[in-house]
């Protein structure tokens, strides 16, 4: 009983379908959460604030102050910025700014859970490669 009892509460085999509905249907699937480094000697980029979205493409969705364009900029670079490793790559010695972003999900069916920064150049460029993304 205990069993099923989570699983009628669930909506039975709804939930489970709901759940593998909206990871089939929806292209991308994320959660955005921005904050800053704390070093109080960098200033933020205008307009930045520390919080979280949520943002789904394929249909458009989400709470993401700009949906549209944080999913044209998705389909256009793919699942590389989000999963591209640059502790490996000689990178300039450089700073952009204390923002911060952790992004999970997924991006065409590639799991997300990465770390972008602007703690030097490679790390700038991937933040800046999907900005509409991380500080629309």
Do not use: W
């Not at 909506?11 to 904050?35: F, H, N």
């Not at 000697?41 to 944080?70: K, M, N, Q, R, V």
């Not at 990465?114 to 991937?126: K, L, W």
């Amino acid at each position: 009983e205990s069993t099923e009892a989570p699983e009628n509460e669930g909506g039975d085999d709804t939930d489970d379908e709901a759940d593998g509905e909206a990871s089939g249907d929806a292209e991308v699937e994320l959660t955005i959460e921005r904050s800053l480094s704390g070093d109080d000697s960098l200033d933020p980029a205008e307009g930045f604030e520390e919080g979280t979205y949520t943002l789904t493409c394929g249909p458009e969705g989400g709470d993401h102050p700009d949906a549209e364009a944080a999913c044209a900029q998705i389909e256009e670079a793919g699942e590389e910025p989000f999963t591209l490793d640059t502790s490996d790559m000689a990178c300039t010695m450089q700073i952009g700014g204390p923002e911060e972003a952790h992004v999970t999900g997924q991006v065409h069916g590639t799991e997300i859970d990465t770390e972008f920064n602007q703690r030097n150049g490679c790390e700038i460029e991937r933040f800046e490669e999907l900005d509409a993304v991380l500080n629309p």
